[in-house]
């Protein structure tokens, strides 16, 4: 499994955005699907926000559709996460994760906070 680095979680106001990002700490080769999920508070399994497949195709979950936009630099690889609109429903912690092969790499996750 790769380690990865996920940088942007925060304090932001209802309204506001953040930009999340994700990256291996090391270095990879080729183009992997990567996405984005996340925890809430009493809630044991984590919500599917968004993924990027390896030709770029993207899919949302029903709840961000509209609102988060994902999005990948290939040469890095970094994927990013785009969150608009922000919610107090959408704190929790954010987490990424990379598949490559019939592996899954998860990051430690960050907290997101939608409070006035």
């Known amino acids: 499994q790769e380690p990865l680095v996920e940088t942007g979680g925060g304090l932001v106001q209802p309204g506001g955005s953040l930009r999340l990002s994700c990256a291996p700490s090391?270095?990879?080769?080729?183009?992997?699907?990567m996405g984005w999920a996340r925890q809430t508070p009493g809630k044991s399994a984590r919500e599917l926000l968004a993924?990027?497949?390896?030709?770029?195709?993207?899919y949302y979950g029903d709840s961000v559709k509209g609102r988060f936009t994902i999005s990948r630099d290939n040469a890095a690889p970094t994927a990013y996460l785009q969150l608009n609109n922000l919610q107090p429903a959408d704190t929790a912690v954010y987490s990424c994760?990379?598949?490559?092969?019939?592996?899954?790499?998860w990051g430690q996750g960050m907290q997101v906070t939608v409070s006035s």
């Open positions: 993924r990027i497949i390896i030709d770029g195709t993207t």
């Open positions: 090391g270095s990879i080769s080729g183009i992997h699907p």
């Open positions: 994760y990379l598949n490559i092969g019939a592996s899954v790499s």
